[in-house]
């Protein structure tokens, strides 16, 4: 269909006009001026966001209906979609000394204009996108987005990974500031060297995992960068210095001091949780003291804003299948089983999709947490 095209918008009235179509779904408690507003600010400031270095950064893509009569650059916009292009690391089975650093591309913010849902955009808008990102991220690259559409992604290549949360509802708990006596509030920009710790212990972790992979299976994983997180954190700070003028989010993540043990969390004032994004923690004693004063802080930091719950994926809680159920009893014996939700289908599947066509049955993703997440 030569009169269906895809363009990168780099011109800040289209930048406006997507944004303002993004705001009818993904605003939240902003209004819509103060949506957009917020992406412009992201994507002028952000250094995860910029494009001066490629392939990679944030690009907004459109498609474009050239038989529609168009009086405007806006009028014959009938789908957009965003991608954001990070490292990411690779290790295949047959070659597993070779530790690869290749092209991911997430995907986000696919949205069709209410006049022009029903008529096959979005499908061709994952066609031209499938075919842009073989290109651009390489044959040893690959693509993923988080699914409100159960398995439709799958007709265009991707693999679902089905995830489960935890959610534990904490309006009433009463914390004992004894627990939080060795841990320290993360601030804004002010992590780095936590952060290359992080990476340097997932390296390690990762290179260790793949000694054992078949031949004819793969291990990848999102490369930690603190430019990432001080993205998330600057969205969580415009969120609440929106919202909130007078008392504007400080903390953005808890350290234990002794450990090193951490996590980061963004607050999500629309369903009143707050999301653990990344959680890292040393497994080798399967001591799990260290978690709890976490757990404890991060209770205290919701509780500062009136948010009620605390919400993990299934993949924070644990690497190992031991650590992983330590935790889980502890969170049972901890907390009521009224104030908790175990292993929940989570809201956004998690799919992903090879550009050298290897099926998702043969990989392992791994770091496969909220911090990924477009």
């Known amino acids: 269909m030569s009169h269906i095209v895809l363009e990168e918008v780099t011109n800040l009235e289209i930048l406006k006009f997507a ?3 993004h705001s009818e779904s993904w605003s939240g408690l902003l209004s819509s001026e103060q949506y957009i507003d917020r992406e412009l600010q992201l994507r002028s400031q952000s250094k995860q966001l910029q494009t001066d270095t490629s392939p990679y950064g944030l690009f907004l ?42 092209n991911s591309g997430v995907i986000g913010n696919v949205f069709t204009l209410k006049n022009h849902r029903g008529k096959g955009y979005a499908t061709q808008l994952f066609h031209k996108l499938n075919e842009l990102l073989d290109e651009k991220l390489g044959k040893d ?18 693999k679902n990974f089905n995830i489960k949360t935890h959610t534990i509802s904490i309006k009433d708990y009463k914390i004992d500031d004894e627990h939080l006596s060795n841990t320290e509030p993360l601030k804004l920009h002010k992590y780095k060297d936590l952060i290359n710790y992080q990476k340097d212990k997932l390296e390690k972790s990762f290179l260790q995992k793949a000694k054992t992979l078949p031949k004819d299976e793969s291990i990848i994983s999102l490369i930690p960068n603190v430019d990432i997180y001080d993205w998330i954190n600057e969205k969580d700070q415009l969120i609440s210095t929106k919202l909130f003028p007078n008392s504007k989010v400080d903390n953005y993540g808890i350290l234990d001091l002794k ?42 930091e919701a509780q500062l804003y009136g948010i009620e719950k605390i919400h993990f994926w299934d993949t924070s809680i644990g690497q190992t299948l031991k650590y992983h159920d ?43 947490e909220k911090w990924s997440w477009y």
């Open 141 to 158: 690259g690959y693509s993923f987005l988080y699914s409100e559409v159960g398995t439709y992604y799958e007709k265009f290549g991707f």
């Open 19 to 21: 944004y303002k179509a």
């Open 61 to 102: 893509y459109i498609l474009r209906d050239l038989q529609i009569p168009s009086e405007n650059e806006t009028d014959n916009i009938v789908t957009t979609g965003e991608v954001l292009i990070r490292k990411s690391w690779r290790i295949d089975g047959d070659d597993v000394e070779n530790l690869k650093i290749v």
């Open 259 to 300: 450990t090193k043990n951490h996590f980061i969390w963004l607050h999500d004032f629309s369903s009143k949780k707050l999301y653990i994004i990344k959680s890292f923690i040393n497994e080798e004693s399967n001591d799990i003291e260290s978690l709890k004063n976490l757990v404890y802080g991060t209770i205290k």
């Open 326 to 368: 330590l935790i889980i009893e502890w969170f049972k014996t901890e907390f009521n089983d009224s104030n908790i939700s175990l292993f929940e289908e989570i809201d956004s599947i998690p799919a992903i999709r090879m550009n050298d066509g290897k099926s998702g049955l043969k990989i392992h993703w791994e770091n496969n």
